[in-house]
């Protein structure tokens, strides 16, 4: 059954509404359960007595289980349809995150989370692809405008919330609170979401699934644990040989099979290479300043978590607004525009970012970090449009699949290089910062005896006067390096948003224009009488005999 065959199932708009609401109560209760987990890892620590380096595989596990189940979602929407995924992914949720409130120890926390992040990663892909079919074609930016807007709730409301929870209760608060928002997700599926239209039947290809997953495991379980292990150590670059020959295994076994786990083939279509080109790109930089802009904040700026919170409200609901707007406009304008456009405005942040210090106001800082939730809201649903637009309706899970995943180890391959960058950088500036100290003896010297004298009218005791001093300066010239390694890490992601917008160039509109006007010079009047000229017997005789009189000649010849 074709999408427009389909949508005459959801002709009344209350009933698209109502299904619609259903999706994004799920949605809605993964981002908060995301957030919220990461607001109570250090009290997880503390009450199971893991050490940061085995409570980070609470994160690290929940991630590669979400990105490892996503290119899976075609195949399984084969088997069970949508509308059974979708309740089968959030009943897996739920029992992952009733599980995770009740774990003992840090194991079983890791493997329930383990559970957790198959639900989630399950459900991302197959909600956007629902509300893509749900909605006629004319309203299908909108939809993918709805399917990111409960991203905008979780980041605003979860680590607000959670903190008031950890606080007020435990760490397991954390985990309860999405729980009654997946059950009425579940039972409002299961009463208004109708069946939508189930894609041929395929076979489990069982070679592409053991390959890929091996091969996700040990790229991302390298991506995550190279900074702690050291990126040149053995480990690392045994995890990285095996996740590419086992990718490279799992190419050539997809693009041979009838009926592949992972559609490559879907590669042909230019507008969805670019939309997932432009994905890697800005998701790499959107992660990890969304990392490192949280760190400055509390690490220069001295903002308490709850005023991070605080702080980043405003652009979560400009983000909201953001998403809505330019899903309708998705429908009515070049989607690309739009994504150009958000990363412009990602771009122009980051630009004042580059020059941002401790003394900044703190409305002027809020302003910019709503801007830089506002580019994220203007490029991701137009993005996703403009990839999904030029799939066949039975493609279109599988696309979704395949952004999801791109999106996903792109942001772990950001959180790892914004980490790298900055480690970098600031070890850079700390060196730079020490050898012009030791070579500019005076200056340092009158530094010196300017915090010095500054110490003593403050009252401190003249014997240790000095040493005080010396422990201020140093601080100091650290807190420069450490902003001056954030800037660097800025003004890096201000140049990647410019690469990502050459990637966003309606490069398919281009060619179609070529084709087109290659079409009208083939067509037009005169190449078709140059054409016929050149086919008439005329034509060939004189192509035949083109030197003067050589036609008499002949004549007389046969004569």
């Known amino acids: 059954m074709s999408v427009e065959a389909h949508t005459g199932l959801l002709e009344n708009a209350r009933d698209r509404w109502v299904a619609t609401s259903s999706l994004l109560l799920g949605m809605i209760a993964y981002t908060m359960a995301i957030m919220m987990a990461n607001v109570a890892l250090p009290q997880i620590m503390t009450s199971l007595r893991a050490d940061l380096d085995y409570a980070q595989w609470i994160l690290t596990a929940f991630g590669i289980a979400q990105t490892v189940v996503m290119p899976m979602v075609g195949w399984l929407t084969s ?4 509308r059974n995924l979708y309740l089968g992914s959030l009943s897996l949720f739920c029992l992952g995150s009733t599980l995770s409130a009740l774990a003992w ?52 409301v979860g680590p607000i919330l959670g903190g008031y929870l950890i606080e007020a209760f435990n760490w397991r ?4 609170i999405s729980i009654p928002l997946a059950i009425g997700g579940l ?40 900074r702690r292990e050291g990126w040149g150590s053995s480990y690392i670059l045994t995890l990285f040989t095996i996740a590419i020959g086992m990718l490279l295994l799992f190419l050539l076994i997809e693009w041979r099979k009838s009926s592949p786990l992972v559609e490559l083939r879907l590669f042909r279509y230019l507008p969805f290479t670019l939309g997932c080109l432009v994905v890697a790109i800005s998701t790499t930089v959107f992660r990890g300043t969304g990392l490192l802009t949280i760190i400055f904040l509390q690490q220069v700026l001295r903002f308490t978590p709850s005023d991070v919170g605080w702080a980043l409200l405003a652009g979560s609901i400009a983000y909201g607004i953001a998403v809505l707007v330019a899903g309708r406009l998705a429908d009515r304008i070049n989607p690309r525009l739009l994504v150009i456009t958000g990363l412009g405005i990602f771009s122009t942040a980051f630009f004042w970012f580059a020059g941002v210090n401790e003394v900044v106001a703190t409305p002027v800082l809020i302003f910019f970090l709503s801007l830089r939730l506002v580019s994220f809201g203007v490029t991701g649903s137009p993005n996703n449009l403009s990839a999904m637009r030029g799939l066949p309706e039975e493609h279109v899970v599988m696309g979704s699949g395949l952004l999801s995943l791109i999106r996903s180890i792109s942001g772990t391959v950001g959180t790892a290089l914004a980490a790298i960058i900055y480690e970098h950088r600031y070890s850079y500036h700390a060196q730079q910062l020490a050898d012009n100290s030791s070579l500019h003896l005076f200056g340092f010297q009158e530094a010196l005896n300017a915090v010095r ?36 890490y800025f003004l890096f992601a201000a140049l990647v948003g410019v690469l990502a917008m050459i990637a966003a160039l309606p490069f398919p509109e281009l060619v179609d224009v070529l084709h087109r006007a290659r079409r009208r010079y083939l067509l037009s009047p005169t190449l078709r009488r140059d054409s016929r000229e050149e086919r008439s017997p005329q034509a060939e005789q004189k192509a035949i005999l083109p030197v003067p009189g050589a036609l008499k000649i002949s004549r007389s010849i046969r004569k």
């Open 79 to 82: 088997l069970w349809g949508h």
């Open 187 to 226: 039972v409002s599926a299961f009463i208004f979401l109708p069946p939508l239209p189930q894609p041929p039947r395929r076979s489990m290809d069982q070679m592409g699934l053991l390959t890929m997953t091996v091969a996700l495991v040990t790229l991302l379980m390298a991506i995550s644990q190279g």
């Open 105 to 156: 120890s840090t194991a079983s926390l890791i493997c329930f989370r383990v559970l957790t992040g198959m639900g989630v990663g399950l459900m991302q892909p197959i909600i956007m692809a629902m509300l893509y079919q749900i909605f006629p074609p004319h309203q299908r930016g909108l939809a993918i405008g709805l399917s990111m807007v409960g991203w905008s709730v979780g980041p605003a």
């Open 173 to 176: 608060a954390a985990f309860y």
């Open 453 to 488: 004298t500054t110490l003593h009218w403050a009252g401190e005791i003249p014997a240790t006067l000095s040493l005080k001093a010396h422990v201020l300066l140093r601080q100091r010239l650290l807190t420069e390096a450490t902003i001056a390694a954030y800037q660097d």
